[in-house]
């Protein structure tokens, strides 16, 4: 799991391969990105807990939560 999206990049050249893209999501006006690389590991970005623009509201950060389990059911992470 990755805070911040605007260092999408970074998380790119740190988990994937080059020719990796992130999936898009957006839960209640908020980005949430997330790929498969090609150890079979899940990177999710999230963005940071703070500011307007961030996982400030515990209802937000439940349905993020949720999303994730369920990514992380289909792509067989425990």
């Not at 999501?25 to 090609?38: G, M």
């Not at 703070?50 to 939560?65: A, C, E, P, S």
Request: hydrophobic share 40%; aromatic share 10%; glycine share 8%.
């Amino acid at each position: 799991m990755c805070l911040g999206k605007q260092y999408r990049a970074d998380y790119k050249l740190a988990f994937h391969e080059g020719s990796a893209t992130f999936n898009h999501e957006s839960i209640d006006s908020r980005d949430l990105w997330w790929s498969v690389n090609s150890d079979g590991t899940l990177v999710v970005i999230i963005p940071f807990m703070v500011n307007r623009h961030g996982l400030t509201r515990n209802d937000v950060i439940q349905k993020f939560g949720d999303r994730i389990a369920r990514l992380m059911e289909m792509h067989g992470c425990r």
